[in-house]
């Protein structure tokens, strides 16, 4: 169906994946490790829908969660828990009891103080839980200025100094199984530099952790690669598989990569419906009725997103900012974008919206979140349905009466 009628049958604001390039942007990197022991986890925050969990587990994926909510969703679309690694900097003992009672593959633990917590309530449950230390490699973001989260002036993860010793720890200590290794250095990665450069301060880690009899199975990557938005050079997956490859050399791990928007970006578009044009002294706007509550990136990050008036590529264009209905001058999704002139009832499609899209949307203005809707095999179908106005208020009604 085209979008055109996609808009029409489900509305707008919509969210439309095309489930054939999220296959194909998977099958591409699980194959470039061939016959290498590897596990794919799909980092589920970058788009969280259950069928989008359960259609990349049918290809073979795990997840890569950052609260227990996503390791929730994971099993609940259907993943081996054995898949499922639980990473993130601040997780309560709540979640850290419940990781370890559903019996996940491995918890990356981003503190010393994590870790303490870990082993206490791995002891009061009468488990082992398998743990993975998350190493900083403090890589010199001068050199590397995409690097955002590999620095020690951040807070995530480990030095390599201290990591040595907390497995040393884990090592001694009887509930404590110190099964994996991990890094994480940055998001929208888009040279590979860097990422070997952690990859083998890593690697050299794990050498040294061998010597000492302790014995690291799983090489845990992390997520990061980049994709294009407009004209970015990209890592294809074969260098970024050989360059991980050629720093591990001679070490018998299973590589383990979690990859998000690599996988979910360019398969999503949000679909935005004109509502007015309108100039203002010098500058024109368009009115839409998508806003930053549904997807949020332009507003956040000041991020990019194509824009493409639906059956007007070829017209004239002039800039506009293109701006939602929301009570805020941080509400856009373009700014100075060349666009033809629309009018009322033109679709207009954000490109690259499958990652950090949806999932980062609120109520805000008591905006329902938009609908979500699969394109596989030249078929489409709801994923998510629209929320209504009593969806929004459904934990607030109850306490109308009691005054
Ligand atoms: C966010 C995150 C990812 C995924 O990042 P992408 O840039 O979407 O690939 C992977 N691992 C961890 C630990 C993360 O926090």
Redesign the pocket.
């Known amino acids: 169906m085209k979008r055109i009628d996609l808009a029409k049958k489900y509305n707008t604001p919509l969210y439309i994946y095309d489930f054939d390039h999220f296959s194909n942007q998977y099958n591409a990197l699980k194959q470039e490790f061939k016959a290498r022991k590897s596990l794919v986890a799909f ?1 589920v ?2 788009n969280s829908n259950l069928s989008v969990i359960k259609h990349f587990a049918s290809l073979g994926a795990g997840a ?1 969660c ?1 609260s227990i909510g996503e390791v929730q969703r994971a099993l609940k679309a259907g993943v081996h828990p054995y898949k499922i690694i639980f ?1 993130g900097v601040g997780k309560k003992d709540e979640e850290i009891t419940k990781a370890l009672q559903l019996g996940i593959l491995f918890i990356n633990v981003e503190s010393e103080g994590e870790l303490k917590r870990v082993e206490l309530i791995a002891s009061q449950l009468e488990v082992v839980a398998r743990v993975s230390l998350r190493v900083n490699p403090n890589i010199d973001p001068k050199t590397h200025p995409y690097i955002s989260t590999g620095l020690n002036e951040n807070k995530f993860g480990i030095d390599i100094d201290t990591a040595k010793r907390l497995y040393i720890f884990c090592k001694n200590s009887e509930h404590l199984d110190p099964v994996g290794i991990h890094f ?1 250095i940055g ?2 990665l888009t040279d590979l530099e860097p990422i070997k450069e952690a990859s083998a301060i890593v690697a050299s880690l794990v050498r040294s952790l061998e010597k000492l009899d302790i014995e690291i199975k799983f090489f845990d990557v ?4 980049g994709v294009a938005y407009e004209d970015e050079k990209t890592i294809s997956a074969y260098d970024y598989v050989q360059g991980v490859l050629e720093t591990i050399k001679g070490l018998d791990v299973t590589i383990v990569c ?5 996988l979910t970006a360019n398969g999503g578009e949000f679909l935005t419906t004109v509502l007015y044009e309108k100039i203002t002294g010098e500058k024109r706007f368009v009115i839409v009725d998508g806003a930053m509550n549904d997807l949020l990136r332009p507003s956040l990050y000041n991020a990019y997103h194509e824009i493409e008036v639906i059956g007007k590529e070829k017209r004239e264009e002039t800039l506009a900012d293109i701006v939602g209905p929301v009570c805020e001058s941080g509400d856009f999704l373009a700014k100075a974008t060349p666009i033809a002139l629309c009018e009322h009832g033109d679709i207009i499609a954000v490109k690259s919206s499958g ?1 950090y899209g949806f999932v980062m949307s609120s109520n805000y203005n008591t905006r329902g979140k938009a609908a979500e809707v699969a394109l596989e095999n030249g078929n489409d179908r709801l994923i998510r349905r629209r929320e209504s106005v009593e969806d929004i208020w459904r934990l607030e009604e109850e306490f109308l009466d009691d005054k």
């Open positions: 980092a925050k970058s890569d950052v990473s994480h998001s929208q992390g997520g990061g690669l979690e990859p998000g928007r690599y990652a």
